[in-house]
């Protein structure tokens, strides 16, 4: 038998008081595969993650993550083993400011930003290199920071401990046109190296191109998912972040 999709949705219907509820009739993503989808604006996408990461639950249709569904998590120690599986590159995840470059990879490892374990600073370091980040880039603030970099630094944050799957949200809104292909290289690099499952929501085609294995667009009037062939003309009516 071959193993479970790493992600499947399968007649996902859920109302967040958008335009229209989010529909997803079927879409799955491998192990090791990396999928682009369009097709969803901004505040579709974080419901998606969220059905995804299993913090909210479908109200028709089943999600299931390697095989098991989300509406089985029996409890809230059984959620954050489970979300434990996922990385997230969201704007939602906040950056502090406050602090340089470094001591925002620190945050993953340990709270203790002024005097890290050797170790931890360490793997701090792997992970820049990992991810692009020079070593004269660490020492920054995060006020100084470049959007490139900042991308740079929230995969970075998405990856630190080791997750099975990365789920991006619309993650070059920000990025000058320059630095598409470049951070869709880190994202492959980043996936590859890793084994990751990865799911990007984007608007972006030349991002979507450069990063995926499939690109899917989901047409939210009915839910339906189809591959590239259709998607730039999705993208010409859906109105994307």
């Keep these: 038998m071959p193993p479970a999709p790493a ?15 989010l529909r997803i009739d079927r879409l799955t993503v491998g192990e090791d595969e990396i999928v682009a989808l369009a097709g969803l604006d901004l505040a579709a996408s974080e419901i998606l993650t969220s059905l995804v990461t299993g913090a909210t639950l479908a ?6 993550i390697f095989g098991r569904a989300t509406s089985d998590l029996e409890n809230a120690s059984a959620w954050l ?9 969201s704007e939602r995840v906040a950056l502090l400011d406050a602090f ?32 692009g980040l020079g070593a004269g880039e660490l020492d920054l603030p995060m006020t100084a920071r470049p959007p490139l970099l900042n991308a740079r630094v929230r995969l970075a944050r998405a ?19 320059p630095d598409v292909p470049v951070f869709a290289a880190d994202v492959r690099r980043v996936a590859r190296r890793r084994k990751l499952a990865v799911l990007a929501v984007t608007g972006d085609a030349e991002f979507a191109r450069a990063v995926a294995d499939r690109v899917l667009a ?18 010409g009516r859906v109105r994307l972040s």
């Design 59 to 64: 109200e028709a249709g089943e999600v299931r």
């Design 81 to 89: 083993a489970f979300v434990e599986q996922f990385g997230i590159v």
């Design 159 to 177: 990856s630190a401990l080791d997750p099975r799957v990365l789920l991006l949200e619309h993650p070059t809104a920000g990025l000058a046109r």
């Design 100 to 131: 340089s470059v470094e001591q925002n990879l620190t945050i993953p490892f340990t709270l203790d930003l002024h005097a890290p374990d050797p170790a931890i600073l360490d793997a701090v370091t792997a992970l820049a290199v990992e991810v």
């Design 218 to 235: 989901v047409d939210p009037s009915n839910g339906t998912v189809r591959a590239q062939g259709i998607w730039r003309r999705l993208l």
């Design 7 to 21: 992600i499947e949705l399968t007649g996902v219907r859920k109302d967040y008081h958008g335009l229209r509820p």
